[in-house]
């Protein structure tokens, strides 16, 4: 039996360069995904701030992020299966002008209730966005070439995430919050544009069947729903750090909002230069083994956190937390793209993004609870010890397919 996940040949030539690989599309959506995810970037960390400027307790601390990855998760299996049949662009178009409006609606939630809901409705914009944009990718994705495409994905993702925290530490500093929701809508616009004009509708490929919408099909596969359940698990175990990494340094450390959004900043960033290395030790190496080793090294970080000091030693335990979410991402979304072939990519990448979501969803809540009744320090712990689950889990559980890269194809069913 050979593995799918295994070490693959990468082809001579590169990915902008492959003639089913056109460089228009490529360039546009990592730019468009860049730009929307700067607008994210700008608010994410100053949320739990502006949270406890509104009264929020750790248990709403953890709500202001779980309703958002909740409405995401909600609404992407039904948005991944339908860019499948209908195609991915007016998906992604669709999704950003929402973003903007977002924009708007933030400034006018001046209350917890209120922002909440602005959350969700947030929440499902990105339920539109992000997945059409992921299976847009992995529609261009030649075989063997499957982690190299998805660290593309992955890099233009979290740079734009990346470089937006201290860009909106600068933003809060001087302008406050609102500065940083009117920078959330004009980044939003600009992806809009960006999309609208430059990204085709649908690829040219003849002879490629439309699919069929099929919103439970990945979650009967024997190889597709292991990859779930580890995601889960591991978002779980990550979740928190967005959300709690902030609290900590400023109020156990002392650091500022424009200090803290560097380092936030520097994480990413490690983690968005590493994503096309990365990739390509995905399409040369044991996916698995990769995708493991991130994990436990991530889930060593969580533990050292309680144990740092100062500017300095959280800045090194962000750099090696950036290092494993390099090795994780671009190997277990070139698994998803891999299978997603066969099964639809829309769906079985929509499947893999609902994990995660629902991690993201549940982690912050169960992670307030904890730091209401024990301390913040418990909360990273937990953290730890649920990365060290999903390592364990994946050891045993990931599958090996009875078809690798050079056996049949599988069929191709999705159109961008």
């Not at 024997?222 to 995601?231: A, D, H, K, S, W």
């Not at 809540?365 to 689950?389: E, H, N, P, Q």
């Amino acid at each position: 039996m050979e593995n799918r996940f295994a070490p693959h040949r990468l082809p001579a030539r590169g990915p902008l360069q492959d003639r089913r690989a056109p460089a228009g599309p490529v360039a546009t959506l990592m730019a468009s995904v860049f730009t929307a995810m700067l607008g994210v970037g700008v608010i994410a960390p100053l949320l739990p701030v502006y949270g406890r400027s509104l009264g929020a307790d750790g248990f709403l601390l953890g709500a202001i992020f779980s309703v958002f990855s909740a409405s995401r998760t909600l609404f992407t299996p039904l948005a991944g299966a339908l860019s499948d049949r209908l195609g991915r662009k007016g998906f992604m178009v669709g999704g950003l002008v929402l973003y903007c409006m977002v924009s708007a609606a933030y400034i006018k939630a001046e209350t917890l209730s209120g922002l909440l809901f602005v959350r969700a409705l947030h929440g499902l914009a990105a339920s539109l966005v992000i997945p059409a944009a992921n299976a847009y990718m992995g529609d261009l994705a030649p075989p063997e070439q499957e982690g190299l495409y998805s660290s593309l994905f992955l890099a233009s993702f979290f740079t734009g995430f990346a470089v937006g925290p201290a860009f909106g530490g600068i933003l809060y500093d001087r302008f406050g919050m609102t500065g940083c929701f009117l920078t959330l809508g004009l980044f939003a616009f600009a992806a809009f544009l960006l999309t609208s004009l430059f990204l085709p509708s649908r690829l040219t490929r003849a002879g490629r069947p439309r699919a069929r919408i099929d919103l439970v099909g990945p979650l009967k596969s024997p190889e597709v729903f292991p990859l779930l359940v580890f995601t889960l698990v591991s978002a779980l175990g990550r979740s928190s750090i967005v959300c709690f990494l902030p609290l900590f340094a400023q109020e156990e450390l002392h650091i500022s909002a424009s200090l803290l959004g560097g380092i936030l900043t520097i994480n990413l960033l490690l983690a968005a230069f590493l994503q096309v290395p990365s990739g390509m030790l995905a399409d040369r190496f044991d996916r698995k083994k990769i995708v493991l080793l991130g994990t436990l090294v991530s889930g060593g970080m969580f533990v050292l956190l309680p144990f740092t000091s100062g500017f300095a030693g959280l800045l090194t335990v962000n750099v090696f937390m950036g290092v494993g979410m390099a090795l994780v991402f671009p190997s277990s979304q070139a698994m998803a793209v891999t299978l997603g072939r066969g099964l639809g990519m829309g769906s079985v990448l929509a499947f893999l993004q609902v994990a995660t979501g629902a991690g993201f969803a549940a982690g912050p809540l169960v992670s307030g609870a904890v730091f209401k009744w024990f301390g913040i320090d418990s909360v990273f712990f937990l953290c730890a010890g649920t990365l060290l689950a999903a390592a364990l889990y994946g050891a045993f559980f990931l599958r090996i397919s009875s078809s690798g890269p050079r056996g049949p194809r599988p069929r191709e069913c999705a159109h961008p």
